[in-house]
């Protein structure tokens, strides 16, 4: 179990059975967000991949950062489809391949892992904060989490406040234009709806802070 | 939901082992779902895949063959594929000549091809990409995903396949896949919503009298959304926009394709494309070519698409060449 100031590949893989499980709680819910401004799979598409995700962990068994990270990705990429497969694909690749051949991270290399995660994001979907995207919560996310270690907090501290500026984030996509995606076409009528993407993107931080800190 | 289906998670599965059956020239990997021509890869020509979410057909598993596509990556009802189907498609056709990837532009497809073409590179294999985007429905492109890919994909298949086939090199037959795309506009109509067979529900609302028009072909939503009108005002409405954006000048030939969202019949397309070709001669547009009917659809909806593509003569002699695919077959 999680010791308060390493995450190990156990923890890691921890986070992504508690991940699947908060996703199927909440997937419902990501569908009926994603039916006011997308196309109405989000919740589907992402329990699906999820799933798949925590059965390939059980059968690959990944030893180190690097191993999980491209398990997670190379399974959510050929199950999720759509526009999310990608994105968390190329998340968890990237995430992978910062933590390296290590089996177990330490607060900053956990946040290093999830600054290049959210960077590989960016990259692939070409968008920026603003956008109204699964980056409005992960990139406060991580500045919350980058600011917390420089201040020395503790692994569980990092994660809380980054999952409240996720959450925080999430929130703030409501008033946002969609610039990326289906819900661009919509213009001015995607004005009101809380965005699916960082709804599960904040997800994805609170179950890693309810795994690493516990 | 009233639909011709055993489960809807299998739609995709089983629409792919009746295909099979119907069409046995094509292969067909059932476990990753890719429709390959059976005699891919041929030795030295480019090989053209497309793919998209399901739902649209015969787009795109219904032009594989001889003249147009190699292979094509179906996946969920509307919902991209993912890239290890292209993957394994673009491995599957490559002749040593490198793989045209046909993209419409819709963010998860761009992504999913992106990381295909990646993928196929890191393994040797040749691969350029073209995006789609000839739908003149979306305004402010530059602030939105960009403009979708829709009836000139049909069109680009079908020249660039012919190009291939006629062993054009990649960089040829990519060059001819953008021209067709900076030549082709189109405008689409809806008249009914249509209904994802997982979603159990219809995708938009749209009033009994009511009818959007710029619909995208997942329902995406369109310019306006007015009462129905009579043909001869969906026509105008279609027409308008597509000629004033490219924009298409009197002297003009254009292939004129007039598509069927699915659930619109034969002869109500004829009524547009009476219209359409009356507005075209108003303005002294030469329609040399013309393509009617379903070929690239929104399920069940009703509602039609109105496509228009700037000819020259080499696009015109691409278009002519034989062609032979469960959906478009000609001079073969």
């Not at chain 2, 295909?19 to 021509?37: W, Y």
Request: aromatic content about 4%.
């Amino acid at each position: 179990m999680a010791d308060g100031t390493t995450v190990t590949v156990d923890d890691l893989v921890a986070w992504i059975h508690r991940f699947s499980d908060v996703i199927a709680e909440h997937a419902e819910e990501l569908t009926q967000l994603d039916s006011a401004i997308g196309d109405a799979d989000h919740g589907t598409n992402m329990r699906r991949g999820c799933r798949a995700a925590v059965e390939a962990l059980a059968a690959t068994e990944p030893e180190d950062v690097t191993g999980f990270g491209r398990a997670i990705a190379m399974k959510l990429i050929s199950t999720v489809g759509g526009t999310s497969g990608p994105l968390y694909g190329s998340f968890f690749l990237a995430f992978g391949t910062s933590g390296g051949s290590t089996g177990a991270l330490d607060a900053e290399g956990a946040v290093a892992c999830f600054r290049s995660a959210v960077d590989s994001i960016a990259a692939r979907g070409k968008a920026e904060p603003g956008d109204k995207t699964m980056l409005d919560a992960l990139e406060p996310a991580v500045v919350a989490m980058e600011a917390a270690l420089a201040e020395g907090s503790s692994l569980g501290e990092v994660f809380e406040r980054g999952t409240a500026a996720a959450e925080e984030g999430m929130h703030a996509t409501t008033p946002m234009l969609a610039r990326k995606g289906r819900a661009s076409y919509l213009g001015e009528r995607s004005i009101g709806h809380q965005d699916p993407g960082a709804t599960s993107s904040w997800l994805l931080v609170r179950s890693a802070a309810e795994t690493f800190a516990a | 939901m009233k639909k011709l289906i055993n489960e809807p998670e299998d739609v995709v599965a089983e629409a792919l082992q009746g295909m099979e059956r119907a069409h046995p020239e094509l292969r067909i990997n059932h476990d990753l779902h890719v429709v390959v021509r059976s005699d891919a890869p041929v030795s030295g020509k480019v090989g053209i895949v497309s793919g998209g979410g399901s739902g649209h057909e015969p787009l795109h598993g219904g032009f594989v063959g001889m003249g147009m596509l190699d292979a094509a990556c179906p996946g969920e009802v509307f919902t991209s594929p993912t890239p290890d189907q292209m993957l394994e498609a673009t491995k599957a056709v490559d002749g040593g000549a490198g793989v045209l990837h046909i993209v419409k532009n819709y963010t998860g497809d761009v992504l999913n091809f992106e990381m295909a073409a990646e993928l196929a590179a890191a393994d040797g294999v040749d691969v350029e990409a073209v995006v789609i985007d000839d739908d003149v429905a979306v305004q402010d492109s530059s602030f939105t995903a960009g403009r979708r890919g829709v009836g000139a994909t049909v069109l680009a298949e079908k020249i660039c396949g012919a190009a291939a086939e006629a062993g054009r090199s990649l960089a040829e037959v990519k060059e001819l896949c953008e021209r067709v795309n900076a030549g082709g506009r189109s405008m689409g109509v809806a008249l009914t919503s249509c209904t994802v067979p997982s979603a159990g529900k219809p995708t938009f609302e749209l009033g009994d009298d009511e009818m959007e028009i710029g619909i995208g072909i997942h329902g995406e939503p369109g310019r306006e959304r007015r009462k129905v009108a009579p043909a001869s005002e969906v026509a105008k409405a279609l027409v308008d926009p597509i000629v004033a954006d490219l924009p298409f000048e009197s002297g003009d030939k254009v292939l004129l394709f007039v598509n069927s969202m699915g659930g619109t019949p034969l002869i109500e397309l004829y009524i547009i494309y009476n219209e359409v070709a009356k507005l075209l001669a108003e303005r002294g547009i030469e329609i040399e070519r013309n393509l009617v009917g379903p070929y690239i659809t929104s399920l069940e909806m009703q509602g039609c698409s109105v496509t228009m593509l700037k000819l020259d003569d080499e696009l015109t002699e691409l278009w002519d060449a034989p062609v032979k695919t469960p959906a478009l077959t000609w001079g073969a």
